[in-house]
């Protein structure tokens, strides 16, 4: 019975550690420099996908790192905190701002002036940390040191401070986080709290107890899964599909596949080498995507997506790209080396010779994949995936290998293959509008980092709408390029597809006015940097007190909807926009739930500090952001933002909790499922 209950408590352990996340581990220590100065040194061992800001970045961004003492005696603080490493600086376009950061690992360095003789500093250093998805409210790591500071004592307080120093290693996750038993027992915690907040006749109910078990009945948390890379290879697979229909490629294929069939009375042996010829391209084109790993390395990857430099040199050539495609000119390679290769492969035999043949193929068709497989690269390598650019390579290889060995196996299909002709020009030019248009999205980024305000919010996207109203009239034919043909009856197909783009266009239009346009949202600049807005569908809090909200609710009868949240949150402000902005949304949020925000990071300081302990560890909740962080964790178990939960009056979850996910009918199901278990419960 005792094993049974013992693994019970493991699992219950283990799903509350499932929400509490701890991506970064801090280690402090002091180091004596002489006998009047000395150093407390924070370090920082970051996991992947995760970053923790630098210090001073200012007001209305993330949060900084800051030193913060609580008593010091025979030392003074000496200067400001001083960061150490490799810092990525990047401008964030949801802060409208430059901010710094560290990722793998950070150091914080701060300097104290010893006064002579005995010295004692107790306190703590604050942080902020967030990934692409989620943000952790403002983190505390805790020091205390003591120790003499006179030159004849100098090596002896040297030892006794690095003794202290490594017994106070200290993991800041877990200084402010707690398991369910350390929640559990810590009444003393949860008396102060609520002695901390004077709310009429709600008192008689318990609103901070835990209800981690209740919450986690409902499943779990519902969030986007990790599909990064499967949709780089979906990417780069699409890529390869249209490198397919280019002048350069189609025509190729019916003579590769015959030559592979008649170069051997074995029609088996003729598969086999199409076969291998396919192998070949995929092995070509991954080792490019290898290449370009190895090339920039995965800091340099992460970097990209922002860094002004970079998209100023991607924006130019998106637009090289785009007018080879118009058909200014054309992009090739030194015609020698592939006559070069094309001569190796016919003095050789054998799998060397395919391999060549492949090659060749790469080569020659350069002028039709180079602008394809650069856009993929550039769009891969911003996502900041180490693997990005080889897994891309991957699709777009598999993608134009087939035809090869599909035909292969059925040659009778060579006879239903579309002919060549000017056709295959017009997929050209759509792809160059298309670079056209993504060249703006870069070109956007590197005008926010400088502050050049060329390309506000309106102005991109009267670019895109006329980029996109030419693309539908040259696909009607009013539009010619000079290696179009003088056939102006317009197919089916291409009628269809300038429809798509002339409606594209106009749906862009009510955005110059402000329109959230959520479909272009990840494209286009920050809605703050337009100009004209007459876009008022917002929605605002009722309450920022977890308490006041919760016995306004009881009083109105209406479920509550808890939004834990906070001014540096990124993603936050991504689903404010992305998902609180649709209609129906909004209209279920202001009418049917009561909103309470509780921003985490809110630095207001309490009328006094209150006292808890979380996993055996004591700590102060010295402003409402600490107040509101330790709700989440001491009631709902988990500590990152965004993250929704939906309560009754009794502050009992009615369905699992909610995190970044911009999927609307998702979110919708997320709030009408709360309803309707609320109204269960009112039966």
């Known amino acids: 019975m005792k094993k049974i209950l013992t693994l019970c408590l493991l699992l219950v352990t283990i799903m509350i550690r499932a929400q509490i996340q701890e991506p970064v581990k801090f280690k402090t220590e002091l180091k004596t420099v002489s006998a009047n100065e000395a150093e407390i040194i924070f370090t920082a061992t970051i996991d992947k996908g995760w970053h923790v800001y630098s210090t001073d970045l200012g007001e209305g961004g993330p949060i900084s790192a800051t030193f913060n003492v609580d008593k010091i005696t025979g030392a003074k603080v000496a200067g400001k905190l001083k960061p150490q490493g490799k810092e990525v600086a990047t401008f964030d376009k949801l802060f409208d701002m430059k901010v710094r950061y560290f990722m793998s690992s950070a150091k914080f360095v701060q300097k104290l002036a010893l006064t002579g003789g005995a010295y004692h500093v107790e306190g703590y250093l604050e942080y902020g940390a967030c990934n692409d998805e989620n943000c952790l409210p403002p983190t505390q790591v805790p020091f205390k040191y003591s120790g003499k500071s006179d030159a004849s004592a100098n090596t002896g307080s040297k030892d006794a401070a690095s003794q202290e120093a490594n017994g106070n290693q200290t993991d800041a996750a877990n200084t402010t986080t707690g398991t369910t038993d350390g929640i559990k027992s810590d009444s003393t915690a949860k008396d102060s709290i609520a002695a901390n907040v004077a709310v009429n006749d709600s008192a008689s109910v318990d609103l901070w107890k835990p209800v981690i078990t209740q919450l986690e009945s409902f499943g779990g948390t519902t969030s986007p899964k990790d599909l990064s890379w499967v949709y780089i290879f979906i990417t780069g697979f699409l890529g390869g599909l249209l490198a397919l229909f280019t002048p350069c490629v189609w025509p190729i294929i019916p003579m590769t596949v015959s030559f592979f069939l008649k170069r051997s009375k074995d029609k088996k042996k003729g598969i086999r080498d199409a076969w291998t010829y396919g192998a070949s391209i995929v092995v070509i084109y991954v080792t490019l995507g290898l290449a370009i790993t190895a090339l920039f390395g995965a800091s340099a990857l992460n970097a990209l997506s922002t860094n002004a430099v970079f998209n100023i040199l991607f924006c130019l050539l998106l637009v090289v790209f785009a007018a080879s495609f118009f058909g200014a000119f054309e992009l090739t390679l030194p015609s020698k080396w592939s006559n ?9 035999s054998g799998l060397l010779s395919i391999f060549l043949m492949a090659f060749t193929l790469s080569l020659v068709s350069f002028s039709c994949t180079g602008p394809i497989i650069g856009f993929l690269l550039v769009q891969v390598s911003t996502t900041g995936s180490v693997m990005g650019p080889a897994v891309g390579m991957l699709g777009f290889a598999i993608a134009l290998a087939l035809p090869f060995t599909l035909f292969a196996l059925f040659p ?44 506000d919010r309106e102005t991109f996207l009267a670019l895109w709408i006329v980029i996109f109203g030419l693309l539908g009239f040259y696909l009607l034919g009013k539009i010619k390029f000079k290696h179009d043909d003088d056939d102006t009856k317009v197919g089916v197909i291409r009628f269809f597809l300038a429809l798509a783009s002339l409606s594209f266009a106009v749906y862009m239009v009510p955005g110059l006015w402000g329109a959230p346009l959520k479909a272009v949202s990840a494209f286009s600049p920050p809605l703050q940097t337009q100009d004209f807005n007459l876009y008022k569908n917002e929605i605002h809090a009722k309450f920022d007190d977890y308490d006041l909200g919760m016995e306004y609710a009881r009083r109105t009868g209406k479920p509550v909807m808890l939004d834990f949240t906070g001014y540096g949150c990124v993603n936050c402000r991504k689903m404010e926009l992305a998902v609180w902005t649709d209609t129906k949304v909004s209209d279920i949020i202001n009418n049917d739930y009561v909103l309470i925000s509780l921003y985490v990071d809110n630095k207001t300081k309490l009328a006094e500090p209150i006292k808890v302990v979380e996993n055996g560890t004591e700590r102060l909740l010295r402003t409402l952001g600490d107040k509101w ?22 502050g009992s979850p009615l369905n699992k909790s909610y995190s970044y996910d911009e999927d609307i009918p998702k979110y919708i199901d997320f709030l009408q499922t709360g309803l309707e278990n609320y109204n269960k419960e009112k039966k």
């Open 340 to 348: 070069a290769v094309d001569s190796k492969a016919e003095k050789t």
């Open 629 to 650: 962080s330790y709700l989440q964790r001491v009631k709902f178990g988990a500590n990152a933002q965004p993250f929704y939960v939906l309560v009754d009056n009794n």
């Open 412 to 455: 009778s299909w060579l006879k239903s293959m579309p002919k060549s002709g000017g056709w295959m020009n017009v997929i050209k030019v759509t792809l160059g509008f298309l670079e056209l248009a993504f060249a703006l999205k870069f070109l956007s980024v590197a005008d926010l980092a400088y502050g050049w305000h060329i390309l």
